[in-house]
Every structure is written in C-alpha cells, then in structure tokens.
C-alpha cells in the first residue's frame, strides 16, 4: 500500500490549506479522461463500419484504387 500525501491542512480535517500537491490527480478525472479517450475510439469505428457499409451497398470497393496499379 502507497500513501500519497496530497493536501496539508492547519487543523484536523477542515482549516486553511498549508500545502498542496500540484502533481496529484483525481481517480475522478482519470476515470474520465479514459472515459473520453473510450467514447472517441468507439465513434471512430462506428464512423469507420457505417465508410465501409455505404461503399459495398454502392458496389464500390475502397481499396479499389490499388487494382489498377498491379
């Protein structure tokens, strides 16, 4: 188990704030940062599989451009 000192108080539990630690962040915006991060990946795919449904309902492949090169 780690302790991660993260605010000094003048009295026990409540008082004026003597020291803070700048670095320490929230599980709070972690979570939510990651969140984020999980809602921006899954939008992509979901942009990526709706790209590739409307080019096989056209009958036009994506990668079709290469066929002529070979």
């Known amino acids: ?8 108080l003048d009295g026990s539990m409540c008082g004026e704030g003597l020291w803070q630690n700048e670095r320490f962040v929230t599980p709070n915006k972690m ?6 991060q999980f ?8 942009m990526n599989k709706s790209e590739r449904k409307k080019l096989l309902k056209e009958g036009q492949d994506e990668d079709g451009y290469l ?3 070979f």
């Not at 809602?39 to 979901?46: A, G």
């Open 39 to 46: 809602l921006k990946k899954r939008e992509e795919k979901l």
């Open 67 to 69: 066929d002529s090169a």
């Open 31 to 36: 979570r939510s940062k990651a969140m984020i």
């Open 1 to 8: 188990m780690t302790l991660t000192l993260v605010k000094v």
